[in-house]
């Protein structure tokens, strides 16, 4: 199916791990599907030299796209980002939250400023996105924010504390949106990805039986792919899900049916 994106601008944040022949985060995997469907795009990210030539990809390839360096934790930095993205291509549509940090560190473990930090990507980068995208998309009638959030947000673990607790509150501050909004045509839902191979896990997988680990409890057998998650935020970013609102779309090969 194509054009479910046609005349649309797709503002994507940690996007920058998104090059051909290379194994792709979520975000830049999502990023390929929304050019394939029509859609305008906006890479944004910390990491310069990636994004930017993640964005030459898609503009070779026939696609429409712009890199922005943005530090999502920035309030300045946002607010100068949608503002150029709107100058560019005459507003933005759709928002990917998905810029993100990991840790293995228990909470004796963390420290006050890894929890700061963990907190300040996550969710303050997500109330951030939500808080300066919507006025943008109130003047376009509508559209759909996607939150990365992770499987991870809805049950504990003896590790990873302050990442459990950064994507919980991306679920939390979802329905909150969802409802806020709705009623002038915006809809937030969040993602929920399970163990996933992507530039990102490749720390923790490496861990001697970590990943062996991971996949002996899915009940599928194997890890996702960034293009699987994507083909999720696919669906919630396009109109296929145009009743959808406030939901929890949870990818995760049958992990927490069990």
């Known amino acids: 199916m194509a054009n479910r994106l046609k005349n ?3 503002f994507i944040t940690g996007g920058a791990n998104g090059n051909k022949g290379k194994l792709m985060g979520i975000a830049g995997a999502y990023a390929w599907l929304a050019r394939d469907e029509g859609s305008a795009i906006v890479i944004t990210d910390i990491d310069t030299d990636s994004g930017k030539l993640t964005v030459d990809h ?3 390839s026939g696609g429409k796209a712009i890199f922005i360096e943005l530090d ?3 309030e300045n930095n946002w607010q100068e980002s949608i503002n150029f993205a709107v100058t560019q291509f ?3 549509d759709i928002l990917i939250n998905s810029a993100g940090i990991h840790t293995l560190k228990n909470t004796e473990e963390t420290s006050s400023e890894e929890w700061d930090r963990m907190m300040a990507i996550h969710a303050k980068g997500t109330f951030l996105g939500t808080k300066y995208v919507v006025p943008e998309m109130r003047k376009r009638g509508g ?3 996607v939150n990365i959030s992770s499987m991870c947000a809805m049950f504990g673990s003896p590790t990873n504390t302050a990442y459990h607790a950064a994507k919980g509150a991306i679920r939390s501050f979802t329905k909150s949106a969802a409802i806020q909004y709705a009623q002038e045509g915006i809809r937030v839902n969040s993602v929920h990805p399970g163990y996933t191979e992507t530039p990102f896990t490749i720390a923790p997988f490496s861990l001697p039986g970590a990943l062996e680990s991971r996949v ?3 009940p599928l057998g194997r890890l996702a792919s960034a293009e699987e998650i994507a083909n999720s935020v696919l669906y919630l970013a396009s109109d296929d899900s145009s009743y959808v609102t406030g939901a929890e779309l949870v990818v995760d090969g049958g992990f ?3």
Do not use: M, W
């Open 143 to 145: 559209g759909s924010i």
């Open 58 to 60: 898609i503009n070779e």
């Open 216 to 218: 002996s409890k899915i």
């Open 90 to 92: 005459g507003g933005v």
């Open 72 to 74: 999502v934790t920035d």
């Open 8 to 10: 649309k601008v797709s």
């Open 256 to 258: 927490l049916a069990q």
